[in-house]
């Protein structure tokens, strides 16, 4: 597992804790992954009418998103070894750069059906095929793809044991097209359960891993965060991951200079909740444009498109925007795209004479150089994260699911589309 409890827990209330020093400049997070998943537990129904409250009331205070301000220190100061959260096998060596290096990569916004993965992880075969025949050598897919389009008590049914479906189906697709994939799935691993990104390599194998560190506001109900590198070190550069609401924190650009990043990959599951009085959600260009320029490096941001949805009681109601896209390290957009499902292609430089390592990135100005909510916020959003993480550590039921499909077969076979051809 790599981490104790006990720093996962001093972890999940850093937000508290940084929003009560008065040294700290901890701003909310602009962008709320799966915002109105907290469907109400049905061991704790007052918890959630106070969370969905506290979420109604920041939706009215934002008025642009930006990013989070101020350093944050406890996390730059952990173990950046590795990204295989805990697994030593799988890593590539990393290649020295002789100079500037092109990367065709693709970026695949699609849909995602509830409570299917395997007809999520069949259609997205099919991506992957299309993008190889279009000369990609590297594909991105968003955050939770083969798992829904929204959080939820209900999702812990489509989780995955660590080397369940989507992981056998990210190497023997990889392995069978001769490409890198990288994909987020719904993991259960011991007791607990956790929004992870795996990255496979060209020889279907397992290049490393990342663990979301932050569940975004309610999600602190249905996963718990991890502490672990956000960079994976690969045969063709060290790929940094910031998955959704997170790279809207410094740790994330703060690692990324601090390990020298080669390519940044933003998986999202970022609905738009406009429609039902949440926060709407900005194009990709917003947040890969202000990493690639800052940073030196290109960033390959996306989302899903299609509705999220959970009928009534405790209805969620909100759609995927897409928006995707691809910036290269000098800062240009080489892919926008719109609000339909498809793949997006670009060819990318990955040049170490562009990279701007020694910029502070995190002085306090913001994406939108707007502040969200000032203190006030702060508090909210704290305690929002704190009532999702009380909830989550005495759920009994979450601990049992949790076992019972971590300890579950690990060697899952791939849907049939993976194996063909």
């Known amino acids: 597992m790599g981490s104790g409890a006990s720093r996962r827990a001093t972890f999940l209330s850093l937000p508290l804790l940084a929003a009560q020093e008065k040294s700290a400049n901890f701003s909310a997070p602009a962008i709320f992954c799966l915002l109105y998943a907290a469907a109400p537990a049905p061991f704790d129904t007052k918890q959630f009418r106070r969370v969905k409250f506290v979420c109604l009331r920041m939706s009215r205070w934002l008025i642009a998103v930006s990013l989070l301000l101020g350093p944050a220190s406890a996390l730059a100061k952990c173990n950046h070894s590795s990204a295989s959260v805990g697994r030593k096998g799988g890593q590539s060596p990393t290649a020295k750069s002789s100079g500037a290096r092109t990367l065709r990569i693709a970026v695949v916004q699609m849909y995602s059906l509830d409570h299917d993965i395997e007809g999520n992880l069949e259609r997205a075969t099919s991506f992957a095929e299309e993008a190889a025949a279009r000369g990609a050598k590297f594909v991105l897919y968003p955050e939770f793809m083969p798992t829904g389009s929204y959080l939820s008590f209900d999702t812990w049914d489509s989780a995955e044991p660590s080397n369940g479906k989507t992981v056998q189906w990210l190497k023997s697709t990889s392995r069978r097209l001769h490409l890198w994939l990288g994909a987020g799935f719904f993991e259960a691993d011991g007791s607990d359960f ?201 759920n009994p039921f979450r601990k049992a699911k949790a076992l019972a499909i971590s300890s579950g077969p690990t060697n899952a076979t791939p849907p049939k589309e993976s194996l063909s051809k």
């Open 194 to 394: 956790y929004d992870t990104f795996v990255l496979a390599t060209p020889e279907g194998q397992e290049a490393g891993r990342v663990r979301k560190a932050v569940p975004a506001e309610a999600e602190a109900y249905f996963f718990r965060g991890y502490i672990g590198s956000h960079v994976i070190n690969t045969a063709i550069g060290k790929i940094g991951v910031g998955i959704c609401a997170e790279n809207y924190y410094c740790f994330i650009p703060t690692e990324m200079i601090s390990q020298s990043a080669d390519l940044i990959l933003m998986p999202h599951a970022a609905p738009d909740m406009s429609e039902s009085g949440g926060l709407p959600s900005p194009p990709g260009t917003h947040l890969a444009s202000w990493y690639a320029k800052n940073l030196g490096v290109p960033v390959a941001m996306v989302n899903k498109v299609g509705r999220s949805y959970k009928p009534p009681p405790n209805e969620i109601k909100g759609f995927f925007p897409g928006l995707s896209a691809i910036v290269d390290s000098d800062g240009k957009v080489r892919q926008s795209l719109d609000n339909k499902e498809g793949i997006g292609i670009a060819d990318v430089t990955m040049d170490r004479t562009r990279k701007k390592g020694a910029v502070p990135v995190c002085n306090g100005v913001g994406i939108a150089e707007l502040a969200v909510g000032g203190s006030a916020g702060v508090a909210e959003v704290a305690r929002s994260q704190e009532l999702g993480r009380e909830s989550y550590e005495s």
